[in-house]
């Protein structure tokens, strides 16, 4: 298959919208008292069976490598998932897309410690502008420095998905995207439900199902196995700094669907906590010196 950039494009600003909604249809699902590992477990499963469904000739040629590489990707998204999720228990919505979206300036520090590739100089004020954002979004100018756990769940969240970045960057490219696809599904479907086994059945009798059950079938069959199959062939066939600007955008749809179905009021402080780290993101995004610099005079 091949796709031209355009169309790939259009691949991933799809996946934005669709991770964008799905920090509320999550809320959702934790509103009605089901837990992270559960939730994680049967979304990643139907991730999984849906990979295996259209992509089983490519699956079985699963060799050893690609196993090892599809596990570590997998167990990088799912403790990622995990504890997004469960920090979405305890923030609104709008607050968990901005705050995982700072991965983006979190990657090459990130890179600069496994591969000692130093950042650019316009990394620093980057996450200067990042951390002043995020005190606009959790109110600390006015209640003080804390943050609330949900908040500072969603921050752990985010250097989970920067490694997963940095390692797709860097070794899960050797694998086939269907092998990879299907073990993200398989692996978050596995190790959440042992999670759950383990540490969240006691929860189950307050589960209500009638209420969770919508919520879930639409995080694996669309933001799960739809999204992240977009988001793996659409970064086959465009260019880094596109990519990355345009899944930033979730957290601007995250933000915009929160405040649209009612889940938080619109805020000056929203306003400007989001518009910084989206600011921050882009700034980490663009080649300033290509973008000023790189005009030569005749």
Known sequence: MKLSKLQ?????????????????????????????????????????????????????????????????AGLL???????????????????NAFLTAI???????????MFHHKPELKSYPVIALCVIGMMFLTNIFATGFHLKL????????????????VYFGYTATDSGPWIVAFMLGATQGVTGLIWSLLFERGSYTSINWSAAIGPIIILGVFASFGAQTMQIVGQKFTDATPAGLILMTESMFGSFFSILFGFEPFTDRLLIGGFLIVVAILIMQVDLRKLFGGRKTS
Request: aromatic share 14%; charged share 5%.
């Open 8 to 72: 790939a494009n259009l691949l991933l600003l799809a996946t934005a919208i669709i991770w964008g909604i799905s920090y509320l249809v999550v809320k959702q699902a934790t509103n009605a008292q089901m837990p992270a590992g559960l939730i994680n477990a049967i979304r990643g499963l139907i991730f999984a069976a849906l990979a295996y469904l259209f992509f089983h000739q490519t699956i079985n040629k699963m060799n050893r490598i690609d196993f090892r590489i599809g596990l570590v």
């Open 150 to 165: 949900g908040d500072l769940l969603t921050i752990v969240s985010s250097f989970f998905f920067a490694m997963q970045i």
């Open 77 to 95: 998204n799912f403790a990622g998932y995990q504890i997004q999720t469960i920090g979405l228990k305890y923030t609104t919505p709008a607050n």
């Open 103 to 113: 991965y983006v300036a979190i990657v090459p520090f990130i890179v600069w410690v």
